[in-house]
């Protein structure tokens, strides 16, 4: 299904795509842009030429592009000699921006811009649904339901927890140290 005219900062990535300069790799279908406020060493966006809004407005008929879509994160972390498993790859649940767009993010979360508790909840609670469950739930459903706001409360508001070790932080500052230690012991 295709709508949304762009209007305002929602629209970014979509005056962001129609930049050469700011496409990595692309296909006929889709286009891969860097992140702008990348939130980890590795932040990349795909995103489909046509003009869907957002995953809510997925249908069944939309897999095979979602393959493609999936083809390109693969590709991308291929031409930046990175590896699968230090990536996830998947949507936001409560997407803020126009047009649909696949996240594909290095799993060290060490950035300037991880900023806040959201930030992170995002990409490491129920709110970041992995492309596989995508298009399962896809093929189940035939479409991809909202969260309820009980439940987003919920996922926003539970305790910060590392992603690579049982570490509990106090606080998003005391998580960004601790996941900093993880990367540079990696490195
Ligand atoms: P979402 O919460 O899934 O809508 O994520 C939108 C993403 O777009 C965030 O990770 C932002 O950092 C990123 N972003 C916002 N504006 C731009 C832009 N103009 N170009 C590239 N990425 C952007
Ligand atoms: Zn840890």
Not at 50 to 73: C, G, V
Not at 78 to 93: N, Q, S, Y
Request: hydrophobic share 40%; proline share 4%.
């Amino acid at each position: 299904m295709t709508n949304s005219i762009g209007k305002g900062w929602a629209a970014g990535l979509v005056s962001a795509i129609k930049d050469p300069k700011n496409c990595i790799i692309s296909s006929e279908d889709a286009v891969v842009i860097r992140d702008k406020y990348p939130k980890a060493q590795h932040h990349y966006l795909v995103l489909p030429k046509a003009d869907i809004a957002d995953i809510f407005h997925l249908t069944l008929s939309h897999l095979p592009l979602l393959e493609e879509l999936y083809l390109l994160a693969q590709n991308v972390i291929e031409v930046k000699r990175c590896v699968m498993d230090d990536f996830k790859i998947g949507f936001h649940a409560q997407p803020s921006m126009q047009r649909l767009h696949l996240h594909v993010i290095s799993k060290d979360f060490v950035s300037d811009c991880l900023k806040t508790k959201k930030h992170w909840t995002s990409f490491n609670t129920e709110l970041f649904l992995p492309y596989q469950d995508v298009t399962t739930r896809l093929k189940a459903d035939g479409c991809i339901k909202r969260l309820t706001k009980e439940k987003i409360q919920q996922l926003t508001t539970c305790a910060l927890e590392c992603n690579q070790c049982e570490f509990v932080p106090k606080n998003v500052p005391d998580l960004k140290r601790h996941l900093f230690d993880h990367w540079t012991q990696k490195r």
